[in-house]
């Protein structure tokens, strides 16, 4: 059965290809680099990553360290520097197209408590956002792509967290669960690792729904790609934005280089 699944979502990967509109053209391909072998692999699912000198990818005037030393993932975007993650905003999607974390650990386990005052984002144009409205009664989450519990170390950040700027409609079964699932591992995976590198956002069909009156595109699938760069070694996940059908992570596990394609996104950079 587990089998099935991984093959069953792989092709739900490559279908996606075509329906986000994306092609093997939008990455270049990878150069050899090296990782550092001798260094043990922490956690299962993490493989070396090759990464691709991309000195594009550092050129669009994106300045938010620590967040994008690996580079910007596109340049058609509204650009936010937060206080706890950069982010690229979709303006006609007006959601994020990706959002960056560097998780360490002394980020973790701050004493700042959730706000639960979602707005929308100050720093956007009425026209380029998300409202509250747009949400109401739309029978989905308003999920984070930067999780609100990797920013407990910054009352600011927590704030930024809950702009919706860092949300897009997201299932319910999936936001409460898998996804909830999935941002506690990535936490516990820093704490292992001391240091990774989390790139989220949407994956859009050609057809994808909306919600609202703005009107917000509606994700037919969410990724979530994270890197050590001290081992220089990744794992990407894609969840379809639908209840699960599978408790078990690996099953949504899909190749970074299949991520990118997919999003048209240059996720992990060199220059």
Same mark, same amino acid.
Request: one cysteine or more.
């Given at each position: 059965?587990?089998?099935?699944?991984?093959? *069953?979502?792989?092709?739900?990967?490559?279908?996606?290809? #075509?329906?986000? $509109?994306?092609?093997?053209? @939008?990455?270049?391909? &990878?150069?050899?680099?090296? *990782?550092?072998? %001798?260094?043990? &692999? /922490?956690?299962?699912?993490?493989?070396?990553?090759?990464?691709?000198?991309?000195?594009?990818?550092?050129?669009?005037?994106?300045?938010?360290?620590?967040?994008?030393?690996? $580079?910007?993932?596109?340049?058609?975007?509204?650009?936010?520097?937060?206080?706890?993650?950069?982010? +690229?905003?979709?303006? !006609?999607?007006?959601?994020?197209?990706?959002?960056?974390?560097?998780?360490?650990?002394?980020?973790?386990?701050?004493?700042?408590?959730?706000?639960?005052?979602?707005?929308?984002?100050?720093?956007?144009?009425?026209?380029?956002?998300? !409202?509250?409205?747009?949400?109401?009664? %739309?029978?989905?989450?308003?999920?984070?792509?930067?999780?609100? +519990?990797?920013?407990?170390? %910054?009352?600011?950040?927590?704030? !930024?967290?809950?702009?919706?700027?860092?949300?897009?409609?997201?299932?319910?079964?999936?936001?409460?669960?898998?996804?909830?699932? /999935?941002?506690?591992?990535?936490?516990?995976?820093? /704490?292992?690792?001391?240091? /990774?590198?989390?790139?989220?956002?949407?994956?859009?069909? #050609?057809? #994808?729904?909306?919600?609202?009156? &703005?009107?917000?595109?509606?994700?037919?699938?969410?990724?979530?790609?994270?890197?050590?760069?001290?081992?220089?070694?990744?794992?990407?996940?894609?969840?379809? @934005?639908?209840?699960?059908? *599978?408790?078990?992570?690996?099953?949504?596990?899909?190749?970074?280089?299949?991520?990118?394609?997919?999003?048209?996104?240059?996720?992990?950079?060199?220059?």
């Amino acid at each position: 059965m587990t089998q099935f699944l991984r093959i *069953s979502l792989f092709v739900v990967a490559t279908w996606l290809v #075509s329906c986000a $509109g994306g092609t093997a053209g @939008n990455t270049p391909p &990878s150069p050899p680099t090296t *990782s550092n072998p %001798s260094l043990p &692999s /922490l956690t299962a699912g993490f493989t070396a990553l090759p990464l691709t000198t991309r000195p594009e990818q550092f050129s669009h005037g994106h300045f938010c360290p620590p967040y994008l030393d690996y $580079g910007s993932p596109s340049r058609e975007i509204d650009f936010l520097c937060r206080t706890g993650f950069a982010i +690229g905003h979709d303006p !006609e999607a007006r959601t994020p197209r990706w959002v960056i974390e560097r998780l360490r650990v002394g980020t973790l386990n701050g004493g700042v408590e959730r706000t639960d005052d979602f707005r929308a984002d100050p720093d956007l144009r009425p026209g380029r956002r998300a !409202e509250l409205s747009d949400y109401a009664g %739309s029978g989905y989450d308003r999920g984070h792509m930067a999780a609100a +519990g990797n920013v407990t170390w %910054s009352l600011q950040a927590m704030v !930024e967290s809950f702009y919706l700027s860092n949300i897009a409609p997201q299932n319910p079964g999936l936001n409460r669960g898998a996804w909830a699932r /999935l941002e506690e591992d990535v936490r516990q995976w820093t /704490l292992e690792r001391g240091d /990774l590198v989390v790139i989220t956002g949407p994956v859009f069909g #050609s057809q #994808s729904a909306v919600i609202g009156q &703005s009107p917000v595109r509606v994700p037919i699938a969410f990724y979530k790609v994270i890197f050590d760069p001290f081992r220089r070694e990744g794992v990407g996940y894609v969840y379809p @934005n639908a209840p699960p059908v *599978s408790n078990n992570r690996a099953d949504y596990q899909v190749p970074i280089e299949q991520i990118e394609r997919t999003t048209g996104l240059a996720l992990i950079s060199t220059r």
